[in-house]
T-cell receptor, first 113, second 112 residues
Framework: GQQLNQSPQSMFIQEGEDVSMNCTSS?????WLWYKQDPGEGPVLLIA?????ELTSNGRLTAQFGITRKDSFLNISASIPSDVGIYFC?????????????FGKGTKLSVKP | NAGVTQTPKFRVLKTGQSMTLLCAQD?????MYWYRQDPGMGLRLIHY???????AKGEVPDGYNVSRLKKQNFLLGLESAAPSQTSVYFC???????????FGSGTRLTVV
C-alpha cells in the first residue's frame, strides 16, 4: 500500500523551543491531516489542509500543505510540557486496504521542562 | 458525550486463548475501524466496516475476525492469541468515511 514518510521519528527538546516535523509521500494527495496522540489516549485531529500551498494555524501549531501535494509540515512554536505525545500525519485516500486514511509512523515528541 | 468507548482497557492473555474486544460509539457513525499500534510502526488498519452488517479487511487482518451486528458496536475477535498480537488496539469511527475519525482510548493487550 501507499506509505507516508514522517520525520524525525523522535525529538527531545527543551521547553520553549520551536519544533518542526514533516511528512512526504511518493504520490499526490489532496487532503493532508495532522493528528496528536497524548500518552495513553487515542489520536485527535489537530489540523486539516485542503489546498496546495495552504498554511493553517491552530494556536501555537502551524501546518503547511506542500505545493507539490506530496508533502506537509507541522511547526509548534514555544513548546510546553503538554505538547508531549506522538504526532501523526495522514492523508485522505478513499478505499483500499488502508481504509480512508493513510497514517505516517509518527513523530514522538518529548519536552524537558 | 462518551464518543467511542473500548472495553477492556487492559488484558493479559495466554498463547492460544481467545478474546473479544468491544467498541461502542454513540455518534450514529456509519464507518468503524480497528487499528493496532506497535512501536515505530504507526497505526495499521486491521478491519473496518462501512455500515451495519458489513466488514472488510484492512492491511493486517490475519489472526483477527470482526462483526458489526449493530450499528453502534464493532467487535474484534482473536480466536487463538499469539505473542505477535501483543499491541495497543484502537477503535475509531467516522461519519460517511471522511477524515473526522474519533478514536477510543485504546486496549493494551499482552499475550504471554
Amino acid at each position: 500500500g501507499q506509505q507516508l514518510n514522517q520525520s524525525p521519528q523522535s525529538m527531545f527538546i527543551q521547553e520553549g523551543e520551536d519544533v518542526s516535523m514533516n511528512c512526504t509521500s511518493s504520490s499526490i494527495f489532496n487532503t493532508w491531516l495532522w493528528y496528536k496522540q497524548d500518552p495513553g489516549e487515542g489520536p485527535v485531529l489537530l489540523i486539516a489542509l485542503y489546498k496546495a500551498g495552504e498554511l493553517t494555524s491552530n494556536g501555537r501549531l502551524t501546518a503547511q500543505f506542500g505545493i507539490t501535494r506530496k508533502d506537509s509540515f507541522l511547526n509548534i512554536s514555544a513548546s510546553i510540557p503538554s505538547d508531549v505525545g506522538i504526532y501523526f500525519c495522514a492523508v485522505l485516500n478513499y478505499g483500499g486496504s488502508q481504509g480512508n486514511l493513510i497514517f505516517g509512523k509518527g513523530t514522538k515528541l518529548s519536552v524537558k521542562p | 458525550n462518551a464518543g467511542v468507548t473500548q472495553t477492556p482497557k487492559f488484558r493479559v492473555l495466554k498463547t492460544g486463548q481467545s478474546m473479544t474486544l468491544l467498541c461502542a460509539q454513540d455518534m450514529n457513525h456509519e464507518y468503524m475501524y480497528w487499528y493496532r499500534q506497535d512501536p515505530g510502526m504507526g497505526l495499521r488498519l486491521i478491519h473496518y466496516s462501512v455500515g451495519e452488517g458489513t466488514t472488510a479487511k484492512g492491511e493486517v487482518p490475519d489472526g483477527y475476525n470482526v462483526s458489526r451486528l449493530k450499528k453502534q458496536n464493532f467487535l474484534l475477535g482473536l480466536e487463538s492469541a499469539a505473542p505477535s498480537q501483543t499491541s495497543v488496539y484502537f477503535c475509531a469511527s467516522s461519519s460517511r468515511g471522511d477524515y473526522g475519525y474519533t478514536f477510543g482510548s485504546g486496549t493494551r493487550l499482552t499475550v504471554v
